[in-house]
Every structure is written in C-alpha cells, then in structure tokens.
C-alpha cells in the first residue's frame, strides 16, 4: 500500500488477555517506531527497529509488552496480561532512517480499550 | 536527552484571525524540529520541519514556523485560520533519524466560525 497500514483499528480486551496490534510500513522504510498516545496527550516513544534489529526499546513500561521485526518488514506489538492503563491508541510510524532525518509516516493507529 | 514544552493545551481562535501554537524544546545538542497535525481519528500527518538553514520554514496549508536557537523556540503560525485547521498540534524533536522523535503533549486549536 502506500501508506502506513495498521490493524486491528480497533480492538477491546478484557483485562489479562493477550493481544497482538499489526503494523505494515512503506515499503523499504527501514526505521519503524511504536508510540502509545493516551486520551489527551502527545505520543510516547515505545521502541525503534532499523530494519528487524530492535535498536531501543527504552519506552516499553514493563515486560508485558513485546516487539518483534523479524523480515525487516512488517511488525508486531505484543502485550501480555492486558491491564487498564494500557488503554490507549498504539501509533506505528516508519522512515527511510539516516541523517538528517526523513518525514515519519504514521499509520491511523490502533485503539485498544481493555475493560 | 530532549524534551518539548508545548506551552498552551487549547487555543480558540476565530476563523481569518492569524494564530500563534508555541512551541520551546531542550536539547544539549543540535536538534531537528518538527510540527504534526492530527486530524479527529487519523494519524499524525507532517506539517513542516526544520534540519538547517533558513529558520523560518514553510510548510503545507500556509502554516509556517521560526527555529530560535537563543529562545530554544519553534513556534508555528499561520496569518489567517480557516474552519478545516481545527486539530491537534504536536510539536516534536529529534537528534538524528535514527533516534525517536520526542513529542509535546499538543495543543488543540479550535477555528471558530
């Protein structure tokens, strides 16, 4: 496609379920970065791959959360144990990468709301 | 490491009137400066950026902003809203493309008819 694609858009888990949030980036972009934006606040910094090597994943807020680029490509966010406060839309950005830096392209995000 | 202060949560402005969203960063190196908007229910889309130059950069839908290094500023304006430029503003920053870009909380700007 030509954009960034996410999936699900939407996705409602009951607190201690996995769930598993999907995001294809522009074809040969080989930075891709996660982000967890909260009602109401700017987007914080998940974790960051150049191409399938996880070169940061300082923002991850616990090791419920996982994050996987195993073909450089497509990506997997993965968070165990859902609780409340991971409520949130989980935002998938990718850019061709060096420096100075290129435009990030954001997918629309996948909203996950665990009750 | 960097940092954002996006200094107004909400600005109301009447439609033509021209609009200031303030933006100060921190850094303790060079910096690379960016504005997003966010649209209701869409993903961050670029408004401009500043990696070196002229500091006062342009970008789409007549929105502009000036980098000020001894103000640690990258305020953005526009002279004259319009109705569709209600959003979300973020205000982000970066030391190189392959470190994350650091985000301020937004500031929601609402055009009033």
């Known amino acids: 496609g030509a954009g960034v694609s996410q999936s699900p858009r939407y996705k409602v888990a009951k607190r201690g379920q996995d769930v598993a949030l999907r995001c294809d980036p522009i074809?040969?972009?080989?930075?891709l970065f996660w982000y967890q934006q909260a009602l109401g606040q700017g987007p914080e910094f998940l974790t960051y791959f150049q191409n399938e090597a996880q070169l940061d994943k300082s923002g991850l807020p616990s090791d419920r959360f996982f994050a996987e680029r195993p073909e450089g490509s497509v990506s997997t966010l993965k968070i165990q144990r859902t609780q409340q406060e991971d409520s949130a839309v989980y935002l998938c950005?990718?850019?061709?990468?060096?420096?100075?830096?290129?435009?990030?392209?954001f997918g629309e995000g996948s909203r996950l709301t665990v009750l | 490491a960097q940092s954002v202060t996006q200094l107004d949560s909400q600005v109301p402005v009447f439609e033509e009137a021209p609009v200031e969203l303030r933006c100060n960063y921190s850094?303790?190196?060079?910096?690379?400066l960016f504005w997003y908007v966010q649209y209701p229910n869409q993903g961050l889309q670029l408004l401009l950026k500043y990696l070196s130059g002229s500091t006062l950069v342009k970008g789409i839908n007549g929105f502009e902003a000036e980098f000020n290094k001894s103000q640690t500023s990258f305020h953005l304006r526009k002279p004259s809203v319009h109705i569709s430029d209600t959003a979300e503003y973020f205000c982000a920053v970066t030391r190189s493309g392959n470190t994350p870009l650091v985000f301020g909380k937004g500031t929601r700007l609402s055009v009033i008819a």
């Open positions: 950005a990718s850019s061709p990468g060096g420096t100075p830096p290129g435009e990030l392209f």
């Open positions: 850094s303790s190196v060079s910096v690379y």
């Open positions: 074809s040969g972009h080989v930075s």
